[in-house]
Each structure stands twice: as C-alpha cells, then as structure tokens.
C-alpha cells in the first residue's frame, strides 16, 4: 500500500558484497566412486578421462541456500510514512539478515541488491511490476533455494493497526514446512524485539490462498501461490487483478500454454499467461506497519531493526537445522 510519499533514507541501505554462486565442481573421486566399477576392473588413464568428460557434473551443494527477497524496488516503493520507504527498509533487512546468515555458513541469494527493481537470473532489471515478480520467483528457483522469505512491512489505512504478521500458501505441496517457518519468523521477530526492550503484538500466520478476494475469486500473493494462469494486466477485466502493492496475481488451478502479452491490445480480450512459482517453503513476512507511529519509531531504531534481523535468521537458521 502506499501511503504518505516520503524522502528515502539512503543510510538504510547498507550495500554488501555480491553473492557468491553457491555452485561447486564436482571433483575427480567423487566421479569415480560414482561410476561403480568393479573393485578387479584396471581403469585406464584414458578410461578416466573419458567418464569424466561423458559425465555431467553435478551440482554438489556444500551448503543450504536461503533466498531472501525484499519487497518492491523501483517506483513501487511499497508503503511510507516521513523519513521511511518500504522498499529501502525491507533492502535493509534482507542486508542485514543475510550478513548473520553468512556467518553461520548459509548462502544467501537476494532477488535485488539495490532500490531498483529486481532482476532475471541474467542480470536484467524487470521492466514492470510483473515481470519483476516474476524475476524473483525465477531467480529462487535458479539458485535452487531451500527456502524463500519475502521481506516486506505492513501499511493500513487502519492506523491503529501495527504488529508483525507472516503469509504462506496452503495449496503448496510443502505447506507444512512454511507454515512452521512463518510461525518461527514472527516468533523470532517479536521475541527479538522484546528482548531488546521494544513491544508489537503477534498478528499470527496466515494463509495467503484468498488474500485479496473479489467476486468470489481469490488471490493469492504471487511469489507465494502455486504455478498456473494469470489475466495480464493492462487489458484486464475488472476484479481479476488487484495490483496496489504489485504482490499479487489470480491464479487458477489449471496450468495452461502461453500466450503472448506483446500482442495484447485494449480491444483484445485479456491475454493468459503462465506463472511460475518458488519450487520451496516460503514465507511472506510482514514486518510491522508504517502506517502506526508506535511501530514506525520501532523500525527507525537501529537497534531494533538488529533485534528483528537477529530474530529472523535465527528462526531460518533453526528451520534449516544448521
Ligand atoms: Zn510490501
């Protein structure tokens, strides 16, 4: 949601060095002792070479790849309030979250590292909110994550509202897991918190399915929701699409082909597209809202924002069993 348009605050985002791929050459002894041969069998020199060259190395994950993904970036700056944008607070989370990650072994894949908007696992910057949501499933996927946490903070017209709530999808065939993971999020975030001398409730997990719902349709949040098809925008009907916050597509059950958008016009019926989904738990966390005062102060705290990154990756960190 977008609120009162505010300045940036640039200091939040703490720029760290780029990932490093999490892939690893598979090595000459693993080959081999993959080949069974027997034990009598002379392998050649040339036997060797050949096995190698013939076989496809493997990707042997040293490990656990943890994907995080702030929320919105470019002109969707996601919600605001003075002094304070979404889209640079939930940059500077992730920032955060992935250094305590990293010093625990986890590689980290982000889905963006600056205020643009994300990027294709080829490095280029999605041109609309779509095809930007459509990046940051495509670039968990790539990097084989084993979760996926999308880092965003609350707005309400409600100012009154404030607290921290987490979103996943029950259709997922991993349902469980994110489950969990989304209780031990806000667990993490809120114990964090309050540990560190700073009060907001637990607004608890949700299921994402139906979260936005019009004409007995439901949407689900995109990076959540499970792969099938989508109305395009700009020649969608009314009540097929809610794009405020540019997180959420509707989705149906039904898998289909593609078609086209680049032909889509407004006098064309509205195009069908498929859409990808993150292949891993994940969760949407909402952290706080900026639309309350109590929780705006709380997130302009230094020290709070430690205790929630410090909250959050330890409840990744025990998810991931490391
Ligand atoms: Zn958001």
Request: charge should be neutral.
């Amino acid at each position: 949601m977008r609120l009162i348009p505010a300045l940036s605050l640039a200091s939040l985002a703490r720029l760290s060095p780029a990932s490093l791929a999490g892939l690893c050459a598979a090595t000459l002894g693993a080959v081999l002792l993959g080949c069974g041969a027997d034990r009598a069998t002379v392998v050649s020199p040339v036997t060797v070479a050949e096995a190698v060259a013939a076989t496809p190395a493997p990707r042997v994950r040293t490990a656990k790849v943890v994907i995080l993904d702030p929320g919105h970036g470019g002109d969707e700056i996601g919600a605001a309030t003075e002094g304070l944008r979404e889209k640079d607070s939930n940059l500077d989370f992730a920032l955060r979250i992935e250094r305590l990650l990293r010093q625990s072994g986890v590689e980290v894949v982000l889905t963006r590292r600056d205020e643009e908007r994300a990027t294709t696992p080829d490095g280029v910057v999605a041109r609309d909110g779509r095809a930007d949501l459509a990046a940051r499933v495509r670039t968990a996927n790539a990097a084989e994550g084993d979760l996926f946490v999308s880092i965003h903070s609350n707005g309400s017209g409600d100012t009154g509202q404030r607290g921290v709530e987490a979103y996943y999808d029950s259709r997922r065939p991993f349902a469980e897991q994110s489950s969990t993971l989304a209780r031990a999020l806000i667990d993490g975030a809120v114990d964090g918190l309050a540990a560190a001398g700073f009060t907001t409730p637990d607004r608890g997990v949700l299921d994402s399915k139906c979260w936005r719902q019009r004409a007995d349709r439901c949407f689900g949040l995109y990076v959540l929701s499970p792969e099938g098809t989508t109305v395009s925008s700009g020649s969608a009907p009314s009540g097929s699409a809610p794009s405020a916050t540019g997180t959420v597509t509707a989705v149906t059950s039904t898998p289909t082909t593609v078609v086209p958008t680049s032909t889509a016009t407004a006098t064309q019926p509205p195009a069908i597209v498929t859409k990808e989904a993150t292949a891993m738990p994940g969760v949407l966390l909402e952290l706080l809202f900026l639309s309350n005062d109590a929780d705006v102060a709380i997130l302009k705290s230094d020290t709070a924002r430690d205790a929630i990154a410090r909250g959050v990756a330890t409840a990744i960190l025990r998810q991931l069993g490391v």
